[in-house]
């Protein structure tokens, strides 16, 4: 096999030389993961025999490239693999396809950790609100912010409208459609998100709080854009997107549109595999910290530990990390844990995150009695006292 | 908990009875696989804890409801879960949301197969070509089609169209940019897509053959479509999409776009632990066959059993098995196995798959010598002779 000069050459004058770095964990002994590690390095980019690769610059620059490798527990190795950041530099489907795209397929291999260069970083505008943003917005300058969803699935518009507004005058701060509530007949996108905005706002001028609601817009790739927009005319303050279900992109275009120019919190319905399979996936913090920021959201959901799902303590802590560790001039976002979240955890939250999250209540809001504005005041006045 | 009389007359309106099933295979022992199921049916609903939800249709009617269970392995259960279709209706991105949204980051569920009834199946167009529509397209009536893939990354577009040139002098059906060719800098997509295109379009002009050039569009959510429109003006013949990365609906928008009516194949990157989670995830048939088909692929790429990832052979029959299966009035699909296939296991892939398959062959056509053309007309003709 042998290309062109004309392409080498077209080539060099592409390749800046920054790489960014994937660091990979593998399982299995030693010889099997240092193959997995080259293997890794053909599969993501050339999906060439390496024996069939001519010497040359595809070879050195465009092949990843095994920067580090050692022991990472008992069966359990970690490889630094770095690649030409022009291999990936479109877009974040690109990006994610050199990551973990056909590897996707291949069992114990787990992304860990990203290091992305400024060169790859420039790309992304990331969270246009982020965390003092959003504490901005809403009003909020100290304590954790709080979170509940508009539930349950089958109710009307009306009905879910009323219960934005016990809310609201309760003092939740986000006041959210559940993640399946979406456009179902029975309770449309248009006509809700009018409802609930409304019914906001009428709170708010009732208070002279903050508070805002945020719209679901996970949809049809060709709608979401028109959605968010939508309801950013009816008036919602912020917007709710599963990017698992819409693909990860969705975010990004959210996030950078002027003219939507609202909050996104990202929702993890249908990824979750992707951080729940153990040996292969993406690792926890880079899945719902690191990649969801970088996308642009302001807000990451996920299962807090002892709640209805099944992440660690450790996995968690690692989530909120990532929210806010340096990733080039990206703003810090909130870790939003929730899943079976209660008012009484409050406290142990608290001791584990700080003030910088966004305490996500659903039905736990409804447990104590029909009255939503009072356990709402409950839940705030327990967080003010703390 | 209580809801308005006027919220329950409204649902009541337009609840039509009809429901979906999904057969969920559950994980652990009996009494934990019957509350999975219990969970399940309210996880991907209401979201509510069950004692909350009051009397009401949206008990009996939203909350899923387990219509079967019963033992399927050791220590494996298999439980058929329905849905009223209303919850779901709306799009693909809100059936799979309830399909396995939330239950996603809960361990030991895995989706086995769907039943989907008229009113859901009614928005869905499916793929615009199918089996029959490619054949004819590719004037092949028979064998079972070619594919290769044009690679590797780093190459020039004048190189990559050299490649696409004497693969369709060598007669392969479809030509395809390798899935990890996108719009880097080094080989621009517009570029990249004329060239390709003029070079298959030259070649059939030579053979008198039907050759296309099957352009990747997986890239930015809101330029999809129009890289899908561009590379038809470009003289593209048919469309490469990675749905996990883009999002399934963007195969929904390609296959209904009446301006683009391309073939569209879909590829797995990035969505591989779906179906390698074991216990988790989306079983391989429903996955790479049922919703890939639902969503309008006309092809479905998948590793091959016996290739370099790690399929089985009965997980491969099964895939193809749902590319054909009755699916409403939704056209067959090809199946087309790949991943380090090579010419040499082309009986054993007539053996299994019939002659309803594409012979997806990508480095394996380099092997045997810099020769392209030559290695395809070699591979045609070992399939002609069989």
Chains 1, 2 share one sequence.
Not at 101 to 114: F, Q
Not at 160 to 184: N, P, S, T, V
Request: hydrophobic share 40%; net charge neutral; charged share 25%.
């Amino acid at each position: 096999m042998e290309w062109s000069r004309e392409s080498e050459d077209r080539l060099a004058s592409f390749l800046g030389g920054e790489r960014f770095r994937v660091w990979y964990l593998l399982s299995g002994d030693e010889a099997r993961a240092r193959a997995m590690a080259a293997d890794i390095c053909l599969e993501q980019t050339v999906e060439f025999p390496g024996d069939l690769v001519p010497p040359g610059l595809i070879k050195d620059a465009i092949v990843g490239r095994v920067e580090s490798f050692g022991a990472a527990g008992p069966g359990l190795f970690r490889a630094g693999i770095s690649f030409a950041v022009e291999t990936a530099q479109s877009d974040i489907v690109q990006l994610l396809n050199v990551i973990y795209g056909n590897i996707s397929i291949k069992p114990d291999i787990r992304v860990e950790r990203l290091e992305l260069p400024a060169g790859l970083l420039a790309g992304y505008s990331g969270p246009r609100f982020g965390r003092e943003g959003l504490r901005k917005l809403l009003g909020v300058p100290g304590r954790p912010l709080t979170c509940t969803a508009l539930k349950p699935m089958g109710l009307s518009p009306g009905e879910i409208a009323g219960q934005a507004y016990r809310f609201a005058l309760g003092g939740i701060d986000i006041i959210k459609d559940d993640h399946g509530i979406q456009d179902q007949v029975f309770c449309p996108f248009e006509e809700r998100v009018a409802r609930c905005a409304e019914a906001v706002d009428r709170a708010n001028r009732e208070t002279g709080l903050r508070s805002v609601y945020m719209a679901n817009v996970t949809g049809r790739m060709d709608r979401i854009q028109a959605s968010a927009r939508r309801a950013k005319e009816l008036g919602a303050g912020a917007l709710l997107l599963c990017p698992s279900l819409t693909g990860f992109d969705a975010l990004r275009l959210l996030a950078e549109d002027r003219a939507i120019d609202l909050p996104v919190m990202a929702h993890p319905s249908f990824g979750g595999v992707m951080a729940t399979s153990g040996t292969s996936g993406i690792a926890h913090p880079t899945l719902y910290g690191t990649l969801m920021r970088l996308c642009g959201a302001d807000a990451t959901v996920y299962p807090n530990f002892g709640g209805r799902f099944s992440f660690t303590k450790e996995e968690c802590v690692g989530i909120a990390g990532a929210t806010s560790e340096r990733l080039g001039s990206l703003k810090p976002i909130f870790p939003a844990p929730g899943g079976g979240m209660t008012p009484e955890r409050t406290a142990e939250m608290l001791d584990v995150y700080g003030k910088d999250f966004i305490l996500l209540v659903g039905a736990g809001l409804h447990r104590n009695g029909p009255d939503l504005t009072a356990n709402a005041r409950q839940l705030l006045g327990m967080l003010e006292r703390m």
